[in-house]
């Protein structure tokens, strides 16, 4: 029911900054939370930044201070603006979106992932 269609991946050179856009489409669904984990090759998925319900901000040890993510709620879209980019900030980046649905039921989606790569 929502789609997340996620922009902005790519290459950079350590020291570098990218930023990510994801744009949610909510049909009848309430957002509560958007932010973006990502995950590298042979590692477990992690969460990089999150904007909650609240309007507060969550970020991973290892990118805070570098890292800032905001969000547009009249469009629905999240952003990840990554500077001092590191190499071992490359990984795939999902977008995530929870909330509930019109049914009330929990929801709790990803983007298909787009793909950082941080090398000199």
């Known amino acids: 029911q929502v789609y997340l269609e996620e922009s902005g991946g790519g290459s950079a050179q350590p020291g570098g900054s990218l930023r990510l856009s994801c744009k949610a489409t909510?049909?009848?669904?309430?957002?509560?939370?958007m932010g973006w984990y990502r995950q590298a090759p042979g590692k477990q998925r992690e969460l990089v930044a999150e904007v909650l319900g609240d309007g507060s901000t969550e970020y991973g040890d290892s990118v805070k201070g570098r890292f800032t993510i905001s969000r547009d709620n009249a469009k629905s879209t999240a952003y990840l603006q990554m500077n001092s980019l590191k190499p071992e900030d490359t990984a795939v980046y999902y977008c995530?979106?929870?909330?509930?649905?019109?049914?009330?039921?929990?929801?709790?989606?990803w983007g298909p992932g787009t793909l950082v790569t941080i090398s000199a």
């Open positions: 995530n979106v929870r909330g509930f649905t019109a049914w009330d039921s929990t929801l709790d989606a």
């Open positions: 909510p049909g009848s669904s309430r957002i509560s939370s």
